[in-house]
């Protein structure tokens, strides 16, 4: 599936320094898609559409979003309609139980 390029869009969980980044960056490379990070610490919506803009050049681009739990659901929707229609595969990782966290949508 990973050297084919149709990777679904996911959500990692786990506590910190299980290896969620460092398995974003393994499907990325064997993918051979572009990829693009962000923390959602020090993110906003703007770096979001700027990422997108980007990735429209290279549809199904990966976006891996660290601690995506920290998102607000403004933020989390900006998302939606990359996501949807395959402009980005989402990749994101927390330590919170996405489904409390991360907006049903993107679950």
Do not use: C
């Not at 990829?35 to 199904?60: M, Q």
């Amino acid at each position: 599936v990973l050297r084919s390029g149709t990777i679904p869009s996911m959500i990692f969980w786990g506590p910190p320094g299980v290896g969620k980044t460092t398995l974003a960056n393994i499907i990325a490379n064997e993918a051979k898609k572009p990829f693009y990070v962000l923390s959602a610490i020090s993110a906003g919506v703007k770096d979001i559409r700027e990422v997108i803009d980007k990735a429209k050049g290279s549809p199904r681009s990966i976006l891996f979003i660290d601690e995506i739990h920290r998102f607000n659901k403004g933020q989390q929707d900006a998302l939606l309609a990359a996501v949807e229609k395959g402009i980005i595969t989402l990749i994101g990782a927390t330590t919170e139980n996405p489904s409390f966290e991360v907006n049903a949508a993107l679950l």
